[in-house]
């Protein structure tokens, strides 16, 4: 007995019934089939092909970079010297960084502390002028 599949990358009754049906639906959907119909065949291959680019990627990047717990981010050049002064250098940078990230949060304190005065000030302004001071009712409230 023939194992086939009803539904292949071939002009069968099957793939074409799908792809009128899927034209009718919704036009991509009748274009992805009339374009599995014509190169499915190759998309062993081309699945294939992607896994395998896909590996030799993860691989490179794999052997090119260290575990970013703590080593270096990079690989070693070779040179020890360059090595070290790369790594005093992305210290340098880190700590700068640090000090960046600790002047912008001063500053948005900062910023917070300006925004909650000028909003006391729009406050207190509002009630002075949401009840005169010889008004009874605001005297007893």
């Known amino acids: 007995m023939k194992n086939a599949a009803l ?4 002009w069968t009754p099957a793939t074409i019934a ?20 014509i190169w499915g065949d190759r998309l062993d291959g081309f ?13 490179a990047a794999r052997k090119g970079f260290r ?10 050049s070779g040179n020890a010297a360059f090595d070290e002064w790369r790594d005093q250098e992305l210290a340098r940078l880190e700590a700068e960084r640090r000090k960046l990230d600790e002047a912008k949060a001063e500053f948005e304190l900062h910023m917070k502390e300006l ?27």
């Open 7 to 10: 539904i292949r990358p071939a």
């Open 18 to 37: 799908l792809m009128v049906i899927g034209f009718i639906v919704f036009w991509p959907l009748g274009l992805a089939m009339l374009a599995y119909i």
């Open 47 to 59: 699945k294939k092909d992607v896994n395998a680019t896909t590996d030799n990627v993860m691989n």
């Open 67 to 76: 575990n970013f717990d703590g080593g270096s981010v990079y690989r070693s």
């Open 115 to 141: 925004r909650r005065a000028r909003d006391r000030q729009e406050f207190d302004r509002f009630m002075e002028g949401r009840s005169p001071k010889g008004d009874s009712s605001a005297d007893q409230a």
